[in-house]
């Protein structure tokens, strides 16, 4: 973690509060280990192998690494614990769908990740729901991905650790569909931006859905999915929360398969059914 990131960081419960750090390790300009102090309601949020741990108390608290790290550092054991926003016996993680034969033979060739071009150089951008392939000058998911990618931080998209407007761009990518309550993540992320809100998420009504559903296979059986979303109810969602936005269908999937059946998209009325994703766009 870089020392800069406590400009922009704040406690998950309070997001305008100040974070105390206390730095165990460090080299160069990476903080390695070391605690973070939120002044207003006293939690703890370690740094752990360079990543901070901004995650709800209940996760944080039967994390393993923040086990590990209070049990070798007992002066910051007392963890408080004033919020369950998960099941018991739920762990955050990546969950793979396995496709048959023939999805993988369709999904073979690939184009390029299209996703990028939404990310600018020149913009200070966060990217939520990173995963593997991390976008944004700063990168945050709810499990650590195989490869850390730079300016990462742990934490979850419905209480997301950052102070207001700081962003020119908040992204998230399939991420909607997975919050218990979307629409308090919408308010979120346009709080913490101040120029735009892009939000990219899975068209319910796109016709490879019901090939997912003939093979019992795909994202429709993903345990981690509580939503399904049209073009229509996202974007009521949006403006009923008071905010103007632009709602499309599109395709976004790298397999060429997908994009040429999206070209399909152009005919009247049926045409969305052969556009994989949606994409909402708020401007503040």
Same mark, same amino acid.
């Given at each position: 973690?870089?020392?800069?990131?406590?400009?922009?960081?704040?406690?998950?419960?309070?997001?305008?509060?100040?974070?105390?750090?206390?730095?165990?390790?460090?080299?160069?300009?990476?903080?390695?280990?070391?605690?973070?102090?939120?002044?207003?309601?006293?939690?703890?949020?370690?740094?752990?192998?360079?990543?901070?741990?901004?995650?709800?108390?209940?996760?944080?608290?039967?994390?393993?690494?923040?086990i590990e790290f209070l049990s070798?550092?007992?002066?910051?054991?007392?963890?408080?614990?004033?919020?369950?926003?998960?099941?018991?016996?739920?762990?955050?993680?990546?969950?793979?769908?396995?496709?048959?034969?023939?999805?993988?033979?369709?999904?073979?060739?690939?184009?390029?990740d299209s996703s990028k071009l939404?990310?600018?150089?020149?913009?200070?951008?966060?990217?939520?729901?990173?995963?593997?392939?991390?976008?944004?000058?700063?990168?945050?998911?709810?499990?650590?991905?195989?490869?850390?990618?730079?300016?990462?931080?742990?934490?979850?998209?419905?209480?997301?650790?950052?102070?207001?407007?700081?962003?020119?761009?908040?992204?998230?990518s399939y991420v909607i569909e997975?919050? @218990?309550? =979307?629409?308090?993540? !919408?308010?979120?992320?346009? +709080?913490?931006? $101040?120029?735009?809100? %892009?939000? /990219?998420?899975?068209?319910?009504?796109?016709?490879?859905?019901?090939?997912?559903?003939?093979?019992?296979?795909?994202?429709?059986?993903?345990?981690?999915?509580?939503?399904?979303?049209?073009?229509?109810?996202?974007?009521?969602?949006?403006?009923?929360?008071?905010?103007?936005?632009?709602?499309?269908?599109?395709? @976004?999937? =790298?397999?060429?398969? !997908?994009?040429?059946?999206? +070209?399909?998209? $152009?005919?009247?009325? %049926?045409? /969305?059914?052969?556009?994989?994703?949606?994409?909402?766009?708020?401007?503040?």
């Open positions: 973690m870089k020392e800069g990131l406590l400009e922009i960081i704040s406690c998950p419960y309070n997001e305008e509060s100040h974070l105390e750090m206390k730095v165990k390790k460090k080299e160069n300009d990476e903080i390695i280990e070391g605690v973070l102090i939120c002044k207003k309601c006293e939690r703890i949020f370690p740094i752990i192998r360079e990543v901070p741990y901004l995650m709800p108390d209940d996760l944080k608290s039967k994390n393993k690494d923040v070798q550092n007992k002066e910051y054991k007392t963890m408080d614990q004033h919020h369950c926003t998960t099941d018991a016996d739920w762990k955050p993680g990546l969950r793979r769908w396995e496709p048959d034969f023939f999805t993988r033979c369709l999904t073979r060739f690939q184009m390029r939404f990310f600018s150089a020149d913009s200070f951008s966060l990217d939520i729901g990173c995963g593997e392939v991390a976008r944004g000058t700063i990168n945050i998911d709810l499990y650590l991905p195989a490869k850390i990618p730079k300016n990462f931080i742990l934490a979850s998209a419905e209480l997301l650790p950052f102070k207001s407007n700081v962003f020119d761009v908040v992204f998230s997975h919050c @218990l309550n =979307p629409a308090h993540f !919408v308010q979120d992320q346009v +709080r913490c931006s $101040r120029d735009k809100v %892009i939000i /990219i998420t899975d068209n319910s009504e796109w016709i490879g859905d019901y090939w997912f559903r003939l093979t019992g296979n795909g994202r429709i059986f993903h345990d981690e999915h509580y939503y399904r979303w049209t073009v229509e109810y996202l974007g009521n969602l949006i403006r009923r929360l008071g905010y103007e936005t632009k709602v499309e269908a599109c395709n @976004l999937s =790298p397999t060429y398969v !997908v994009a040429i059946l999206s +070209r399909l998209g $152009r005919i009247p009325r %049926i045409g /969305i059914v052969f556009y994989r994703d949606i994409k909402a766009e708020i401007l503040k």
